[in-house]
């Protein structure tokens, strides 16, 4: 078979190996593809039979130009740059690769707490300038300290993400209000309960941390009604999708002091735009989208994605989104 990775860079650098996929057939792995070029992307697939895209939008246009594509592989969990209902008319299965990333992203979305309650990079170049050298005192810190233990956080998608998440934030001795469609009562203990309303939740948690897909209920979940609802001084957390925040709206809050600070590895448009309000925006750590990808969250997905591709040639689809 012919198998064509269109964007395969943030999967692998170059630290990982293809040798998995390589295994199954005549592989190409391109770095990056043009998203906006059609052309480039019926070219670069031409007779494959296995495509693979992380980015890389899949259209009607494209299926009706390459009748050779059997698979669709999505490196990714959300699988919204492919026309899944367009591959499913011409038969195709489009797979993704769910949970991959469960413990790096819950990780990663602690880490963003942390810096902000501790500011330990801004502290460490402080120190590298030569401030405490200077300092008259044996210690110094220039931003509020803040401690977690007793405290409340408040996760709004409460599935794999949400519940490593909130191991980690009830370890610190943090009590976790879950808010979810689904109630597994096997998490429910002495510091983690369910909430059936948001405005509870809202009104209730010194943290706040957005782990939900985006769906059209939860888009703009974050915006000035319940920003108002909110405890002054709340921390906002989001590394799921950014267009779950209005960030005119949050940059608002954080100006104001009504939102004590943020922290963000997603905003509404990827790569970030120079104009996004949210970069002149006070106590607002912004990462690139890296919650998911340590080596072994990487690892795992390229794994996944020969499986699936290996359960597909055994007649046996797993994954399967459409």
Avoid at 4 to 29: H, I, K, M, R
Avoid at 89 to 98: E, F, L, Q, T
Wanted: charged share 25%.
């Amino acid at each position: 078979m012919k198998i064509v990775v269109l964007d395969g860079y943030t999967l692998n650098p170059g630290d990982l190996d293809w040798s998995g996929l390589e295994a199954l057939g005549q592989c190409t792995v391109y770095d990056r593809t043009p998203l906006t070029d059609v052309e480039e992307i019926i070219r670069r697939i031409g007779d494959a039979e296995i495509v693979y895209t992380n980015k890389t939008p899949l259209s009607a246009e494209v299926f009706d130009a390459c009748p050779g594509i059997r698979f669709i592989g999505v490196l990714a969990t959300g699988y919204n740059v492919v026309d899944i209902q367009a591959a499913k008319a011409k038969g195709i299965p489009v797979c993704n690769i769910p949970s991959y990333g469960t413990a790096a992203v819950g990780q990663f979305a602690i880490g963003l707490l942390l810096e902000i309650c501790h500011h330990i990079g801004h502290h460490d170049q402080a120190v590298k300038e030569g401030r405490w050298s200077s300092n008259p005192d044996w210690c110094f810190w220039d931003y509020p300290l803040i401690e977690l233990d007793g405290k409340t956080m408040g996760i709004i998608g409460y599935g794999r993400i949400g519940q490593a998440t909130g191991r980690i934030a009830q370890a610190m001795g943090m009590h976790v209000l879950a808010y979810d469609t689904y109630h597994d009562e096997e998490l429910v203990n002495g510091q983690c309960r369910y909430v059936d309303d948001l405005d509870e939740l809202f009104k209730e948690s010194d943290v706040i941390a957005l782990h939900c897909p985006l769906f059209k209920e939860t888009e703009g979940v974050i915006n000035k009604d319940n920003i108002a609802k909110m405890k002054d001084g709340v921390i906002i957390l989001n590394n799921s999708r950014g267009p779950l925040i209005v960030e005119d709206d949050l940059r608002e809050a954080l100006d104001s002091g009504k939102v004590g600070a943020a922290g963000l590895d997603v905003v509404s448009t990827e790569p970030i735009r120079p104009d996004n309000p949210l970069l002149g925006a006070k106590n607002c750590i912004i990462t690139p989208h890296i919650s998911w990808a340590s080596k072994e969250s990487r690892q795992r997905l390229m794994d996944l994605a020969v499986k699936n591709l290996e359960a597909f040639m055994d007649g046996n689809v797993v994954n399967r989104v459409n």
